[in-house]
């Protein structure tokens, strides 16, 4: 457990750090390609970016979410069927919610 917290914190240490360095920076649209097929891309690349932040700020909801479980002492349970989770599930992603069973059957 001791050592999910620790992941847990290097990793919201690593999304804070790329918040920080990156999302300051606006997209940068180049303004001497002003054709069709270049607007698309910069629309593309500015989606793409939009897509990374968003589920940027997913995983730090279910990174706090973990971190809460485990203060609380509720962490390695399935919130499904309250089982024991498989410590390797765990090990793969730290903040897994829903054992494996669950999420195969119920598609979480
Ligand atoms: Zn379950």
Not at 3 to 15: G, H, N
Not at 33 to 59: E, F, I, N, P, T
Not at 74 to 101: F, H, Q, S, W
């Amino acid at each position: 457990m001791e050592q999910a917290r620790r992941k847990l914190l290097t990793e919201r240490a690593e999304i804070v750090a790329v918040l920080e360095t990156n999302d300051h920076k606006p997209v940068k649209l180049d303004q001497t390609a002003v054709g069709r097929l270049s607007r698309m891309d910069a629309m593309q690349v500015q989606a793409l970016a939009q897509d990374v932040r968003r589920r940027r700020q997913q995983r730090m909801v279910a990174i706090a979410k973990a971190l809460q479980r485990i203060d609380e002492d509720e962490y390695g349970y399935c919130l499904n069927c309250a089982d024991d989770m498989d410590p390797k599930r765990l090990e793969i992603d730290a903040t897994a919610e829903y054992c494996v069973a669950c999420a195969e059957k119920e598609g979480l």
